[in-house]
């Protein structure tokens, strides 16, 4: 990890686990701007931020299918961000978020009650949020949409579609259908990137051969270079620290 970057992150409790994969916190502490370059990593980013020049800023992300340069981490910056998993964009943010594939947009400043001094701590960061999360579940999950979206983290996508509608009971057209119509994508091009983020898991260990998920090594640099644009070799070397997911990963 970049000497002057802090990155921390905390699990959600086991309440919120069907809707939040992490909450975590990322802090520039030098006085220049930090080159980066975002990887895929199926998740839908609600950030608040705090830079020289603008003191308060919150952005919903929304998933990432190819690399992005998501730019330069500004100088003193600090950065808290909530990462959801798929089934928050119905039973949290109560809406579609396939017009944020590979894009963002900037919130209110007070979305969720949230405010600048919500930055000073970290800690009481999660609590308020896990509050609000709490408070925005007006419904209970769908028996069938519970357990798909739990057979799809639980295998990281490694199953085909085929497999995922039968052990959930729900076809295959209306799960897809689902996942346009929220998400932008198809369930297959969702597993795809839940296989490249377990996979940099052991790009960041420099194991460059496919441990999982993958029909042989040739199949692996193939589906790696699709979704990053980069070869396994490249990611590994991480060059300056640009991909920022995995030097998270590579400081765990």
């Not at 808290?80 to 400043?109: G, T």
């Not at 040739?218 to 620290?241: A, C, M, R, V, Y």
Request: positive net charge; hydrophobic residues 35%.
């Amino acid at each position: 990890m970049i000497e002057n970057l802090e990155y921390k992150s905390i699990h959600p409790n086991q309440s919120l686990s069907d809707f939040v994969d992490s909450f975590w916190c990322m802090k520039n502490k030098s006085d220049q701007k930090l080159e980066t370059i975002g990887l895929p990593d199926g998740r839908i980013d609600l950030s608040l931020i705090q830079t020289n020049e603008k003191p308060f800023e919150i952005r919903l992300l929304g998933l990432g299918t190819k690399q992005y340069e998501k730019g330069l981490i500004p100088a003193n910056s600090l950065t808290f961000v909530i990462s959801f998993k798929l089934p928050a964009a119905e039973y949290i943010f109560h809406e579609s978020l396939s017009d944020l594939l590979n894009s963002e947009k900037i919130l209110k400043n007070d979305f969720w009650n949230f405010n600048k001094s919500d930055l000073e701590n970290f800690d009481l960061f999660c609590e308020k949020a896990s509050l609000q999360i709490q408070s925005l579940l007006k419904k209970e999950i769908d028996n069938r949409k519970q357990k798909l979206f739990r057979l799809i983290y639980q295998t990281k996508g490694s199953l085909t579609v085929k497999a995922f509608a039968e052990q959930s009971n729900w076809s295959s057209r209306q799960i897809n259908r689902y996942f346009q119509q929220y998400f932008g994508l198809s369930l297959k091009e969702y597993c795809s990137i839940l296989r490249f983020r377990a996979s940099l898991e052991h790009i960041a260990k420099g194991k460059l051969f496919p441990e999982e998920n993958f029909s042989d090594q040739t199949h692996f640099i193939k589906e790696i270079k699709k979704i990053s644009g980069s070869l396994p070799k490249e990611l590994f070397q991480n060059k300056n620290d640009r991909f920022i997911l995995l030097s998270a990963l590579s400081s765990q």
